[in-house]
């Protein structure tokens, strides 16, 4: 986990790569090539995030252009985002409480095709 301090606010970047989440083998890792494409991964994000958490204000950010020919970063993009969310869910939650509601929700996606997730979580 890193973190980041801007404006006053702490933002919880987690990088989290393919090979490093339990798969064995490249034939374990699921095939994502079929929802890269045309903001469907970004589209599947919002969906999951407003089913379980009901929020007030939800903002899901593709930041893959910035991070062209790093790794995780594909041709095709939606590898990198950030998300800032503020949900009544999230009330008498820790910041890092918050942070594991979210990547527990997205689990899937963090698992696939995205390679990064900022995210910035308030009641």
């Not at 939650?93 to 594991?100: G, I, S, V, Y």
Request: aromatic letters at 4%.
């Amino acid at each position: 986990m890193v973190f980041h301090s801007a404006a006053g606010k702490v933002a919880l970047c987690l990088l989290l790569k393919r090979n490093h989440i339990g798969y064995t083998s490249l034939q374990q890792q699921p095939q994502w090539n079929h929802i890269m494409s045309d903001g469907q991964v970004r589209q599947k994000i919002i969906d999951k995030l407003t089913q379980a958490f009901a929020p007030q204000d939800l903002e899901v950010i593709d930041e893959s252009h910035l991070h062209a020919g790093h790794s995780g970063a594909r041709p095709e993009g939606e590898t990198h985002f950030r998300v800032k969310v503020r949900s009544e869910t999230f009330e008498g939650t820790t910041l890092l409480a918050r942070h594991r509601l979210i990547n527990d929700t997205l689990a899937d996606e963090l698992a696939g095709p995205v390679h990064a997730l900022a995210i910035e979580a308030k009641v």
